[in-house]
């Protein structure tokens, strides 16, 4: 069984930093794409970031570009994202996603929520 459980989420100030982590069992981690997926109160769930098999294909969404980094270590079967600046905007629950897209697998987290706020 798929499980893709997620940490590092809280209450940060703007322009403060979390690392979020995705740990994934029940399956070979280095054969997904994975990728984080935010969806904010009211609003649609929108990619974050993704990231191929060994890191060599990296997409991030415009508004998270130069401040949010992913990365994985496949050795541990973990998938990170770190985020940096952080914005009012960024408050949302994250999920990890195993696959290049959400039609690949419907293999889904079950989020870790991030507030910024003052």
């Known amino acids: 069984q798929v499980q893709l459980a997620e940490s590092g989420g809280g209450l940060v100030q703007p322009g403060g930093s979390l690392t979020l982590s995705c740990e994934a069992s029940?399956?070979?981690?280095?054969?997904?794409?994975m990728g984080w997926y935010r969806q904010a109160p009211g609003k649609e769930r929108e990619l974050v970031a993704r990231?191929?098999?060994?890191?060599?294909?990296?997409e991030y969404t415009d508004s998270v570009k130069g401040r949010f980094t992913i990365s994985r270590d496949n050795h541990k079967d973990t998938l990170f994202l770190q985020m940096n600046g952080l914005k009012p905007e960024d408050s949302a629950v994250y999920y990890c996603h195993a696959g290049w897209t959400t039609s690949a697998t419907d293999f889904w987290g079950n989020g870790t929520l991030v507030t910024v706020s003052t």
């Open positions: 029940g399956m070979t981690f280095a054969r997904f794409a």
């Open positions: 990231i191929s098999h060994f890191s060599e294909n990296i």
